[in-house]
């Protein structure tokens, strides 16, 4: 069982450039979420899905899109990437139960020069 | 918005305890705790529900104050292994149904 699974693990981007991270989980679980972690911010919600074909814009979600076309796979697209994005990004799904722990890959450490 | 944690970091002996607190400006439904390794994801510790029964994990243990909009979690005879950040997640009672994370509080145990 792989649960969570986010690729790549590392990534150095230019300025500039575009990207997708992958996320993809096999519980078929309904709720995936993106999150980006920085020293002292703890986890910003970037955007999140409640099922495949619905997303909504999280706390941070400027500079990033998402789609949902398969209950399994959450991918997150960096358009134009900056500086300010420089930061370890987490996928994280959850049955569709309020009251369910949420699952977190292992992250992706992004760096933007 | 993002609820608030405090402290940001303690360190503690072996044996001692700590508590960790979260606070939000919005109603809840649900606080989640999570605990973070160096390098490593962040792992689920437990849920307390709104109108739900204080929780325990081993010698941690977490309440939920629903009129306060608060929630504290127990570190009780700290072991080396709980060193770690500290996240409590939090769910609101209406609109977005994702979970917001606080900034986290640091706990170093020290033998």
């Known amino acids: 069982n792989a649960g969570v699974t986010q690729t790549p693990k590392f990534q150095v981007l230019k300025t500039g450039q575009s990207m997708t991270l992958q996320c993809a989980q096999d519980?078929?679980?309904?709720?995936m979420s993106w999150y980006r972690q920085d020293p002292g911010m703890g986890l910003r919600l970037i955007h999140y899905?409640?099922?495949?074909?619905?997303?909504d814009q999280g706390e941070v979600p400027n500079g990033y899109n998402v789609s949902r076309s398969t209950t399994e796979d959450f991918p997150l697209r960096l358009l134009s990437a900056a500086p300010s994005q420089t930061s370890v990004y987490f996928c994280?799904?959850?049955?569709?139960?309020?009251?369910?722990?949420?699952?977190f890959g292992q992250g992706t450490r992004l760096t933007v020069v | 918005q993002q609820p608030v944690q405090s402290p940001q970091a303690v360190i503690l002996r072996e044996g001692e305890d700590a508590v960790i607190n979260c606070s939000s400006s919005k109603a809840l439904y649900s606080v989640h705790w999570y605990r973070q390794k160096h390098g490593e994801a962040p792992v689920f510790l437990m849920i307390l529900l709104k109108g739900g029964e204080q929780k325990g994990h081993d010698k941690i243990s977490a309440s939920f104050n629903e009129k306060k909009q608060q929630s504290s979690l127990y570190l009780t005879a700290s072991q080396l292994s709980y060193s770690g950040t500290y996240f409590c997640?939090?769910?609101?009672?209406?609109?977005?149904?994702?979970?917001?994370f606080g900034s986290g509080t640091r706990l170093q145990v020290q033998p």
């Open positions: 519980m078929n679980h309904e709720y």
């Open positions: 899905s409640v099922g495949a074909g619905i997303t």
């Open positions: 997640g939090a769910r609101g009672d209406t609109g977005r149904r994702a979970l917001t």
């Open positions: 994280a799904s959850r049955m569709g139960q309020l009251n369910t722990e949420a699952f």
